[in-house]
């Protein structure tokens, strides 16, 4: 699944969060996994279609569970001003990070006489850089040591190496002038053991007190323009609420949200958000087992998508029987999508869609 570390400036609200998130997790049903790590939560991605389809597939008593994907959410504690100097940022931060897929940044866009800031005022866009200054430097110090390493191999003739080694210089070059790696593209993609942060994409979450959810305060119109600027996505939440809400049943939690003039939870959104930002979709098994939820790439073929399932079912793979989501709701089952010849069968060069019902066809 997808994984989102959760980071900011001491008392922006990151804690409030995810510990809202944490709760979601807990009360979260028809989970298939075991005990996680304290700093990790899962949030279960909405997702309208998995109860339709549930419904369609009840017989009599039996209504089939509905397992959907979830987003991990890390929380990475330790970044405040200066980390990135001296002792250089924890191990077990630069592991943490390193691990995710993409970066919320939580930044304070409420005002709280009580709540003290670490600079002593609010300003968000001077928080998200004191943040992405630390993550900068990070980098350098990381990929200074990694080019040192490949210019000796470089030296030795190893042309992979000397091929490495420039392009490590070339992502220095946008660090050292204050930028993200991410900023830029490159000729050759930047290896994952190159271990960068700012290569992951971003969203920034404006933290708003419950009477700022439903008009953007002025904060939030500057994070809106910084984040334009980087082509990265802002979600606006109530960390409060999100606490709120985490304790109340779905109905109640629904009309709550209706209450204070907003569709859907922050979280929800966070991730939708996150989906998109990643470019991620979502393709579905049904039945009268299970209707169950799978999250793959957007540009994955029917064979990868099935290796999600189990490997047994990529190596093995045939052929598959596909069909949209809808069109199953429609003609209310498989038999009876078979025999409007709604179900297509598709080979190994299948790309998936979104929204996709498969069912593997393989040898075992
Ligand atoms: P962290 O240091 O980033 O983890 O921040 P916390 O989640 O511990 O929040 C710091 C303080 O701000 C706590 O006292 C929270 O209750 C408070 N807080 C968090 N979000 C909001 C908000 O939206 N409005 C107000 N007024 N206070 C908030």
């Avoid at 003290?116 to 866009?125: C, E, M, W």
């Avoid at 419950?210 to 953007?216: A, F, G, R």
Wanted: glycine share 8%; charged share 25%.
């Amino acid at each position: 699944g997808l994984s989102i570390g959760i980071v900011g400036l001491p008392n922006v609200g990151k804690s409030t969060l995810f510990n809202a998130i944490t709760r979601a997790t807990v009360l979260a049903a028809n989970y298939p996994f075991a005990t996680i790590e304290p700093n990790v939560g899962r949030v279960t991605v909405p997702d309208e279609r998995l109860s339709a389809l549930s419904r369609v597939f009840t017989k009599g008593e039996r209504v089939p569970p509905i397992i959907p994907t979830y987003v991990e959410f890390v929380d990475i504690a330790g970044l405040v001003k200066g980390a990135s100097q001296g002792e250089g940022l924890g191990n077990q931060f630069l592991a943490n990070i390193r691990e995710v897929d993409a970066i919320a940044h939580v930044v304070r866009c409420f005002e709280d006489d009580n709540v003290i800031h670490v600079a002593g005022r609010v300003d968000p866009v001077d928080d998200i850089e004191t943040i992405n200054t630390e993550l900068i430097l990070a980098d350098m110090a990381g990929l200074e040591k990694r080019l040192q390493n490949l210019q000796k191999k470089a030296k030795g003739n190893d042309k992979e190496a000397a091929a490495l080694a420039s392009l490590a210089e070339e992502i220095l070059a946008v660090l050292a002038a204050g930028k993200p790696a991410r900023a830029r593209e490159y000729d050759q993609p930047v290896p994952k053991d190159f271990g960068l942060i700012t290569t992951k994409p971003v969203i920034y979450v404006a933290n708003v007190g419950e009477n700022d959810l439903t008009e953007d305060n002025a904060y939030v119109r500057r994070v809106r323009e910084y984040a334009a600027a980087e082509g990265a996505q802002v979600v606006k939440i109530s960390a409060q609420i999100e606490g709120e809400l985490s304790e109340m049943p779905e109905e109640e939690a629904r009309e709550f949200l209706a209450d204070l003039g907003v569709q859907e939870s922050g979280l929800d959104q966070l991730v939708k958000v996150g989906y998109k930002t990643l470019g991620l979709i979502t393709f579905i098994t049904s039945g009268e087992k299970e209707v169950r939820a799978w999250t793959i790439r957007n540009g994955e073929k029917a064979p990868e998508a099935a290796g999600e399932i189990h490997t047994d079912l990529e190596k093995g793979f045939i052929r598959a029987e596909v069909i949209e989501w809808d069109k199953m709701v429609e003609a209310g089952g498989w038999a009876a999508a078979k025999s409007k010849g709604w179900v297509r069968t598709e080979g190994k060069e299948y790309v998936m869609k979104d929204g996709d019902i498969m069912n593997v066809l393989h040898s075992s």
